[in-house]
Each structure stands twice: as structure tokens, then as C-alpha cells.
């Protein structure tokens, strides 16, 4: 149902500034079109009024003029009615030619003509507002507007879709078919209250289980939305520069044969067969006097951390050295693959306690580029996310969806477990109606508005 509200009529530049063919200005509310009718000219002659008497979906030819009767840009002009829009509200975009100033000027021919400028995400947020998406498929614009990968963008369109919504409206549905059972035995306690279709007890299991399986989804909804961070470590003058360029299949990081060249965090996103790889390329771990050098070292250090994957770099032609060994000391074994550079020379010794340590080193060369299929394989292999069906996986991949599933979590087990404790029915709903509510935050039925416009704040103008 459509929420009515008093708002004026918004415009901006949909479209990326900068040069290119075309370039949109949207203008949506219930004035739009006779905004634009007071700036446009269909054919390049006046005509009042136009635009008000033409069908909804149509687009039209003419040019754009300013209040001073210059005429700015040739234009398209699409007329949309409410409320077959994308805000549900009378919508005009304007086609111009790309390019920061034909765009800029006939934007402010629009706002001149008694359109205010968008705030950011504000047409989302008005698609909201009037119903035609929920707040879970808001966010998912965001996530296909920055999806780097056909499968980050299988994911987002997915939800976009309403695919997270969905699955939380049914398990939301089931927790308001007890909570009506539970709240009508308590409010007539004398009367034959008609049961429920499945075990009370069934329902409660089945909602935990279906909460708990959508946040099994978050490790891999967040690598496909923000990207696997691999992290390349090792020692100074292993190859970690040389591994990042081959990777990439271009010359990012500087190249020498002196130790600590890099010295700060050097981040790259590539596509892995469908999986964002964020590569991160460290300062060679060492002890060192030079400042830059050792706060590049900490930053290597603090990378461990944040690290989904961790490429552990040893040299294969010179064998392992001291340094070598205290770096492996700081490693994960679960997150950590060797892998061992320069392996078209000759080897040196061998890696001995490593292997049992991290399994079998990957063989590469950075500089010839050989190995580096199987050191993808193995990187997918350890990342072991689930593999994206690009019409029907539904992941979480928003960290307050998240949070709002694990407290969604809790408030079940408390309730399950008061149940069959033998607690009373309406004990038991105080958690179940917290439940709902945690879930109705992720599709917007219970957020507050401080949440509603931090999240439309993260978002671009004109869209």
C-alpha cells in the first residue's frame, strides 16, 4: 500500500559525471512532469503544456532551454506515470548529451524550473517509502550497483529480487502463526482454541533452523560483496610484488631486487572465476631500523588479521632462512596456503616442517607465470564458499542483516527452550515477539527511521 506524504519533486544526474555518450537527469514527485514541460521544447518549439497531455511511457525529442530562453541541450524525455515508476511517483529522466557541462546545465534548467536537488539514495528511499521495495531490496541496489563480478551481481540481483525477503517473511509468518495461538490461550484460557497445523514445537524448531541457515550464509555473502581478502606475506625479496603482477596480468607493484621495496599495504581486486579477489601485497616481514619500512612491517602484521586467505611466499631456488620461520610462526594454518616462488630454478633445501604445518607448497614463477592455475585452484579451494546459482542462491551479505538474524536467533532458542521447559505461554512470547521484530528489521516492517536514513545516506546521488 502506497504511503502518502508531502514531499517536493527531486532531481540529479543518474548517470556517472564525466565523459560519455549519454547521460541522465531523473526528476521524480507528483510535479515532474510539469517541471520539465516548463524547460522543454518537443521538436525545438514551445509548446505549455506538452508533456501533460502525453501517454504515460513514452519518450519524446526536443531540446532543453534555461530561464532565460537559451537553449542548453537536445535531449530525449521520457514521461513515466505513477505508478508504473520506479518511486512510484510521476518520473521524467532526461536523455542529454554526456559530459559534466550539458549534464550540470540541464539539471540546473530543471532545478531553476522548481525541482530541488536529491539528497543521496532519496529515490530508493522514496521507492520504500511508497511500498514498491522493501528495505532488504534497497540495500541490494547498492550491492549491484558495486558487484565486481557477474556472480557478486547473480547475488545482489537475487535479493534485489526479494529472495532474502522472502525467506524471512515466511519465517516470520510462522513465528506470528504462534504467537497468535500462544496469545489467544492466554486471552481466553476457557475457550476450545482451534490447533495449530503443525507441532508448536516443530514450528519453533523449524524457524531456528531456517534463521541459522541464512546466517551460515554470511561468510560467503560477504566475500561476494566485498571480496576474498588474500593476503601475500613473506619475507623481503620472496616475490610478493612480482606474485601481485602476475596475478593481475599487469605491472602494479614496483619490481627491484632490494629488500623492502614495498612499504605500505598495496590492494588490487581481480576476478577469480567468478569470486572478487582482493590482493593485498605487504611489506616484506623483518626486523628493520628504518621507520617507514617498520610501520609498513606492522601494517603486514595487522593485515594477518583481517585476512580471508593468506599467501605464505618462500623462496624455492634459495631455501628457507631464519626469517622464514618466524614468519610462519605468526600464520594460521587453517587460512594460510604455501606457496613457493621462483621455482624455474633450482631448488634449495626443502621445506620440511612447513609442509606438515601448511600442506604441500604450490609451485610457481612469478616472473615466467607458470603455476599460477593451480595456485587458484587451491585459493578456491580454501576459501570453500558456496558456489552462486545466478537465479536462486539467496546470502546474506549485509553485516546489520546479520546482526538483526543472530539476535533473531537468540530470542528463538529462548523461546524454544521456555517451552519445552514448561515455561509459561506468556513468557514465551516475549521472546517470540522480539524475534519478529529483529526480523522485521531487515525488511524494514520495524526499523526506526534514524536506520532507514543511515542507510539511504550511504548511497550515491541520483539513484
Avoid at 541490494?140 to 563480478?149: F, G, M, P, Y
Wanted: with cysteine.
Amino acid at each position: 500500500m502506497k504511503i502518502r506524504f508531502d514531499h517536493d519533486t527531486i532531481a540529479a544526474i543518474s548517470t556517472p559525471l564525466g565523459e560519455g555518450g549519454l547521460a541522465v537527469i531523473r526528476v521524480s514527485g507528483d510535479d515532474a512532469v510539469a517541471v520539465v514541460d516548463r524547460v522543454f521544447a518537443p521538436g525545438g518549439k514551445v509548446k505549455p503544456g506538452f508533456l501533460g497531455s502525453v501517454a504515460s511511457h513514452t519518450v519524446h525529442y526536443g531540446y532543453i532551454h534555461n530561464r532565460q530562453g537559451e537553449r542548453v541541450d537536445e535531449v530525449l524525455v521520457t514521461v513515466m506515470l505513477a505508478p508504473r515508476t520506479f518511486t512510484r511517483e510521476d518520473t521524467v529522466e532526461i536523455s542529454c548529451h554526456g559530459g559534466i557541462v550539458s549534464a550540470q546545465r540541464v539539471l540546473e534548467a530543471v532545478l531553476g524550473a522548481g525541482a530541488r536537488l536529491a539528497e543521496p539514495g532519496e529515490f530508493t528511499k522514496r521507492a520504500f517509502l511508497n511500498g514498491r521495495i522493501d528495505l532488504a531490496q534497497a540495500e541490494a541496489v547498492i550491492d549491484l550497483i558495486r558487484a565486481k563480478t557477474e556472480a557478486s551481481q547473480a547475488v545482489a540481483l537475487t535479493n534485489l529480487r526479494g529472495g532474502l525477503s522472502e525467506r524471512v517473511r515466511r519465517i516470520r509468518e510462522a513465528i506470528v502463526e504462534v504467537l497468535t495461538y500462544l496469545e489467544a490461550s492466554i486471552d481466553f484460557p476457557e475457550d476450545e482454541i482451534p490447533p495449530l497445523e503443525q507441532d508448536l514445537d516443530q514450528l519453533l524448531t523449524w524457524a531456528r533452523s531456517e534463521v541459522a541457515a541464512l546466517i551460515e550464509t554470511a561468510r560467503t555473502g560477504r566475500i561476494y560483496r566485498e571480496g576474498l581478502a588474500t593476503v601475500i606475506l613473506g619475507r623481503p625479496n620472496v616475490g610478493k610484488s612480482s606474485l601481485l603482477n602476475a596475478l593481475l596480468g599487469e605491472e602494479r607493484a614496483i619490481v627491484t631486487q632490494i629488500p623492502g621495496t614495498t612499504r605500505d599495504i598495496l590492494e588490487e581486486q581481480i576476478n577469480l572465476r567468478g569470486l572478487p579477489l582482493r590482493i593485498i601485497d605487504t611489506a616484506g616481514i623483518r626486523a628493520t631500523t628504518d621507520e617507514v619500512e617498520r610501520i609498513g612491517v606492522t601494517r603486514s602484521i595487522e593485515a594477518i588479521e583481517r585476512a580471508d586467505i593468506i599467501l605464505f611466499l618462500v623462496d624455492y631456488s634459495s631455501g628457507l632462512t631464519p626469517e622464514d620461520w618466524e614468519v610462519a610462526a605468526t600464520l594460521p594454518v587453517g587460512r594460510t596456503i604455501l606457496v613457493a616462488n621462483k621455482a624455474d630454478l633450482p631448488s634449495g633445501s626443502g621445506f620440511g616442517d612447513l609442509v606438515e604445518r601448511f600442506g604441500e607448497p604450490v609451485l610457481i614463477s612469478a616472473k615466467e607465470h607458470t603455476g599460477l592455475d593451480e595456485l587458484k585452484d587451491r585459493i578456491l579451494e580454501k576459501a570453500s564458499v558456496i558456489k552462486v546459482d545466478r537465479t536462486e542462491t539467496v546470502l546474506v551479505t549485509n553485516l546489520r542483516h546479520l546482526e538483526a538474524l543472530r539476535q533473531a536467533c537468540e530470542s528463538l532458542e529462548n523461546a524454544h527452550q521456555a517451552f519445552v521447559g514448561g515455561m509459561p505461554a506468556d513468557l514465551i512470547t516475549i521472546d517470540l515477539h522480539a524475534a519478529v521484530a529483529y526480523l522485521g528489521e531487515i525488511t524494514g516492517d520495524t526499523a526506526s527511521a534514524d536506520v532507514i536514513d543511515r542507510i539511504f545516506a550511504n548511497f550515491c546521488i541520483g539513484k
